[in-house]
Protein backbone atom coordinates (compact mmCIF):
# COMPACT_ATOMS: atom_id res chain seq x y z
CA UNK A 1 0.00 0.00 0.00
CA UNK A 2 2.67 2.25 0.95
CA UNK A 3 4.78 1.42 -2.32
CA UNK A 4 1.72 2.04 -4.25
CA UNK A 5 0.55 5.59 -2.86
CA UNK A 6 4.53 6.20 -3.06
CA UNK A 7 4.66 5.48 -6.78
CA UNK A 8 1.02 7.89 -6.93
CA UNK A 9 2.60 10.82 -5.41
CA UNK A 10 5.43 10.55 -7.91
CA UNK A 11 3.53 10.51 -11.08
CA UNK A 12 1.61 13.67 -9.24
CA UNK A 13 4.74 15.09 -8.81
CA UNK A 14 6.29 14.43 -11.71
CA UNK A 15 3.03 15.57 -13.81
CA UNK A 16 3.46 18.85 -11.82
CA UNK A 17 7.15 19.14 -12.61
CA UNK A 18 6.18 18.39 -16.46
CA UNK A 19 2.98 21.31 -16.16
CA UNK A 20 5.63 24.03 -14.70
CA UNK A 21 8.21 23.22 -17.10
CA UNK A 22 5.85 23.41 -19.86
CA UNK A 23 4.44 26.75 -18.89
CA UNK A 24 7.54 27.82 -18.42
CA UNK A 25 8.85 27.45 -21.80
CA UNK A 26 6.05 28.97 -22.95
CA UNK A 27 6.82 31.98 -20.65
CA UNK A 28 10.19 32.44 -21.96
CA UNK A 29 8.91 32.01 -25.59
CA UNK A 30 6.79 34.96 -25.06
CA UNK A 31 8.90 36.85 -23.24
CA UNK A 32 11.83 36.34 -25.98
CA UNK A 33 9.81 37.28 -28.74
CA UNK A 34 8.71 40.58 -27.25
CA UNK A 35 12.55 40.94 -26.32
CA UNK A 36 13.18 40.67 -30.63
CA UNK A 37 10.62 43.13 -31.83
CA UNK A 38 11.74 46.28 -33.25
CA UNK A 39 10.32 49.55 -31.97
CA UNK A 40 9.19 47.46 -28.58
CA UNK A 41 6.80 50.66 -26.88
CA UNK A 42 8.00 51.28 -23.28
CA UNK A 43 4.67 50.56 -21.66
CA UNK A 44 5.19 46.83 -23.15
CA UNK A 45 8.74 46.60 -22.42
CA UNK A 46 8.05 47.63 -18.72
CA UNK A 47 5.35 45.03 -18.46
CA UNK A 48 7.41 42.14 -20.10
CA UNK A 49 9.98 42.69 -17.70
CA UNK A 50 7.39 42.39 -14.48
CA UNK A 51 6.18 39.33 -16.13
CA UNK A 52 9.99 37.85 -16.43
CA UNK A 53 10.07 38.71 -12.23
CA UNK A 54 7.09 36.97 -11.82
CA UNK A 55 8.06 34.12 -13.81
CA UNK A 56 10.84 33.70 -12.27
CA UNK A 57 9.41 34.40 -8.46
CA UNK A 58 6.80 31.69 -9.42
CA UNK A 59 8.58 28.74 -11.77
CA UNK A 60 7.87 25.99 -9.29
CA UNK A 61 9.24 22.40 -9.67
CA UNK A 62 10.72 21.09 -12.59
CA UNK A 63 11.52 18.07 -13.57
CA UNK A 64 15.58 18.16 -13.37
CA UNK A 65 18.16 20.61 -12.29
CA UNK A 66 18.66 21.00 -16.33
CA UNK A 67 15.56 22.30 -17.04
CA UNK A 68 16.06 24.30 -14.28
CA UNK A 69 19.20 25.69 -14.98
CA UNK A 70 18.12 26.38 -18.54
CA UNK A 71 14.93 28.17 -17.72
CA UNK A 72 16.59 30.35 -15.28
CA UNK A 73 19.56 31.36 -17.79
CA UNK A 74 16.85 32.37 -20.29
CA UNK A 75 14.86 34.47 -18.04
CA UNK A 76 18.31 35.88 -16.93
CA UNK A 77 18.80 36.83 -20.56
CA UNK A 78 15.57 38.46 -21.29
CA UNK A 79 15.54 40.22 -18.15
CA UNK A 80 19.03 42.06 -19.02
CA UNK A 81 17.81 42.75 -22.29
CA UNK A 82 14.86 44.33 -21.59
CA UNK A 83 16.34 46.15 -18.78
CA UNK A 84 18.67 47.63 -21.81
CA UNK A 85 15.84 48.59 -23.72
CA UNK A 86 14.05 50.21 -21.02
CA UNK A 87 16.77 52.42 -20.07
CA UNK A 88 17.20 53.15 -23.48
CA UNK A 89 13.46 53.92 -23.98
CA UNK A 90 13.42 55.89 -20.94
CA UNK A 91 16.18 58.33 -22.17
CA UNK A 92 14.50 59.16 -25.86
CA UNK A 93 11.07 59.41 -23.96
CA UNK A 94 13.04 62.21 -21.67
CA UNK A 95 14.83 63.48 -24.47
CA UNK A 96 11.45 63.88 -26.30
CA UNK A 97 9.02 65.22 -23.19
CA UNK A 98 12.37 67.72 -22.93
CA UNK A 99 11.62 68.46 -26.41
CA UNK A 100 7.97 68.64 -26.37
CA UNK A 101 8.09 71.31 -23.97
CA UNK A 102 9.50 74.07 -26.12
CA UNK A 103 6.09 72.77 -28.56
CA UNK A 104 3.38 72.84 -25.84
CA UNK A 105 4.93 76.57 -24.82
CA UNK A 106 4.93 77.75 -28.36
CA UNK A 107 0.79 75.94 -28.78
CA UNK A 108 0.32 77.73 -25.78
CA UNK A 109 0.90 81.15 -27.02
CA UNK A 110 -0.91 80.02 -30.22
CA UNK A 111 -3.98 79.54 -28.75
CA UNK A 112 -3.96 82.67 -26.49
CA UNK A 113 -3.30 84.87 -29.46
CA UNK A 114 -6.77 83.33 -30.72
CA UNK A 115 -8.50 85.92 -28.42
CA UNK A 116 -7.32 88.43 -31.04
CA UNK A 117 -8.84 87.09 -33.66
CA UNK A 118 -11.81 88.39 -35.02
CA UNK A 119 -13.23 85.70 -37.82
CA UNK A 120 -14.82 82.71 -35.19
CA UNK A 121 -14.82 80.70 -38.03
CA UNK A 122 -10.59 81.33 -38.30
CA UNK A 123 -10.54 80.42 -34.62
CA UNK A 124 -12.74 77.59 -34.57
CA UNK A 125 -10.54 75.90 -37.43
CA UNK A 126 -7.39 77.06 -35.56
CA UNK A 127 -8.58 75.85 -32.62
CA UNK A 128 -9.05 72.25 -34.08
CA UNK A 129 -6.01 72.69 -35.52
CA UNK A 130 -3.92 73.07 -32.64
CA UNK A 131 -5.78 70.66 -30.12
CA UNK A 132 -4.63 68.01 -33.06
CA UNK A 133 -1.00 69.68 -32.57
CA UNK A 134 -1.05 69.57 -28.90
CA UNK A 135 -2.42 65.69 -29.04
CA UNK A 136 1.05 64.94 -31.12
CA UNK A 137 3.10 66.72 -28.64
CA UNK A 138 1.49 65.66 -25.32
CA UNK A 139 3.98 63.78 -23.88
CA UNK A 140 5.65 67.13 -21.90
CA UNK A 141 7.63 67.64 -18.73
CA UNK A 142 6.68 65.38 -15.82
CA UNK A 143 5.08 67.01 -12.53
CA UNK A 144 4.41 70.53 -11.85
CA UNK A 145 6.33 71.77 -15.14
CA UNK A 146 3.99 69.61 -17.35
CA UNK A 147 1.01 70.48 -15.37
CA UNK A 148 1.26 74.21 -15.68
CA UNK A 149 1.82 73.79 -19.38
CA UNK A 150 -1.27 71.68 -19.42
CA UNK A 151 -3.07 74.26 -17.78
CA UNK A 152 -2.20 77.07 -19.88
CA UNK A 153 -3.12 75.86 -22.68
CA UNK A 154 -6.78 74.27 -21.72
CA UNK A 155 -6.88 78.17 -20.27
CA UNK A 156 -6.58 79.61 -23.53
CA UNK A 157 -8.24 76.72 -25.69
CA UNK A 158 -11.63 77.00 -23.12
CA UNK A 159 -11.82 80.56 -23.73
CA UNK A 160 -11.21 80.18 -27.61
CA UNK A 161 -14.10 77.42 -27.54
CA UNK A 162 -16.58 79.83 -25.42
CA UNK A 163 -16.57 82.70 -28.48
CA UNK A 164 -17.10 79.46 -30.54
CA UNK A 165 -19.71 78.30 -28.77
CA UNK A 166 -21.48 81.56 -28.48
CA UNK A 167 -21.01 82.65 -32.26
CA UNK A 168 -22.58 79.35 -33.13
CA UNK A 169 -25.54 79.76 -30.71
CA UNK A 170 -26.13 83.19 -32.25
CA UNK A 171 -26.13 81.92 -35.83
CA UNK A 172 -28.44 79.10 -34.97
CA UNK A 173 -30.93 82.13 -33.69
CA UNK A 174 -30.40 84.08 -37.13
CA UNK A 175 -29.89 80.74 -39.41
CA UNK A 176 -33.65 79.80 -37.76
CA UNK A 177 -35.07 83.39 -38.41
CA UNK A 178 -33.90 82.99 -42.12
CA UNK A 179 -35.17 79.87 -42.84
CA UNK A 180 -38.69 81.09 -41.49
CA UNK A 181 -38.69 83.80 -43.47
CA UNK A 182 -37.55 82.42 -46.44
CA UNK A 183 -40.37 79.62 -46.05
CA UNK A 184 -42.85 82.56 -45.78
CA UNK A 185 -41.35 83.70 -48.94
CA UNK A 186 -42.11 80.73 -50.22
CA UNK A 187 -45.53 80.47 -49.77
CA UNK A 188 -45.55 83.88 -51.48
CA UNK A 189 -44.21 83.14 -54.47
CA UNK A 190 -46.22 79.74 -54.83
CA UNK A 191 -49.35 81.76 -54.39
CA UNK A 192 -48.35 83.73 -56.91
CA UNK A 193 -47.84 81.15 -59.47
CA UNK A 194 -50.42 80.34 -61.10
CA UNK A 195 -51.96 84.58 -61.37
CA UNK A 196 -52.54 85.83 -64.83
CA UNK A 197 -52.31 89.12 -63.62
CA UNK A 198 -48.78 89.48 -64.85
CA UNK A 199 -47.68 92.67 -64.16
CA UNK A 200 -48.73 93.25 -60.98
CA UNK A 201 -47.74 89.36 -60.41
CA UNK A 202 -44.11 90.41 -61.98
CA UNK A 203 -43.28 92.90 -59.90
CA UNK A 204 -44.72 90.94 -56.70
CA UNK A 205 -42.07 87.83 -57.48
CA UNK A 206 -39.50 90.92 -58.36
CA UNK A 207 -39.42 92.23 -54.79
CA UNK A 208 -39.39 88.56 -53.41
CA UNK A 209 -36.61 87.59 -55.35
CA UNK A 210 -34.85 90.83 -54.25
CA UNK A 211 -35.83 90.19 -50.25
CA UNK A 212 -34.68 86.56 -50.85
CA UNK A 213 -31.51 87.32 -52.06
CA UNK A 214 -31.20 90.05 -49.55
CA UNK A 215 -31.26 87.46 -46.62
CA UNK A 216 -28.46 85.56 -48.50
CA UNK A 217 -28.38 81.72 -48.77
CA UNK A 218 -30.22 79.87 -46.61
CA UNK A 219 -28.81 77.12 -44.33
CA UNK A 220 -27.15 74.36 -45.30
CA UNK A 221 -29.50 71.42 -44.92
CA UNK A 222 -32.14 69.60 -46.54
CA UNK A 223 -34.47 72.08 -44.74
CA UNK A 224 -32.42 75.52 -46.82
CA UNK A 225 -32.46 73.01 -49.84
CA UNK A 226 -36.02 72.52 -50.03
CA UNK A 227 -36.88 76.02 -49.63
CA UNK A 228 -34.79 76.91 -52.36
CA UNK A 229 -36.36 74.66 -55.04
CA UNK A 230 -39.87 75.38 -53.58
CA UNK A 231 -38.72 79.00 -54.23
CA UNK A 232 -37.18 78.79 -57.70
CA UNK A 233 -40.43 76.36 -58.70
CA UNK A 234 -42.43 78.62 -58.04
CA UNK A 235 -41.15 81.41 -60.10
CA UNK A 236 -40.14 79.31 -62.88
CA UNK A 237 -44.29 78.22 -62.68
CA UNK A 238 -45.00 81.96 -63.54
Not at 65 to 83: C, G, N, P, S, T
Not at 117 to 122: I, R, T
Given at each position: ??????????????????????????????????????????K???????????????????????D?????????????????????????????????????Q?????????????????????????????K????G?????????????KA?????????????????V????????????????????????????????????????????????E????????????????
Amino acid sequence: TIASRTAAIREQEGAARAENLTRALESCDRLEAITARENLPLKDAEQALRDARSTAEQLGALPSRDDQAAIVERLKKVQARLMDVIRDLRSADDWKRWANATVQQELSEKVEALAQVEALPDVAKRLKDLRQDWKQASAGPRGAEGDALWQRFKAGADAAQARVDAFYAQRSVEDAAVLQEKAQLAEQAEALAESTDWLKTADALKALQQRWNALGHAPRGEQGKALNNRFRAACDRF
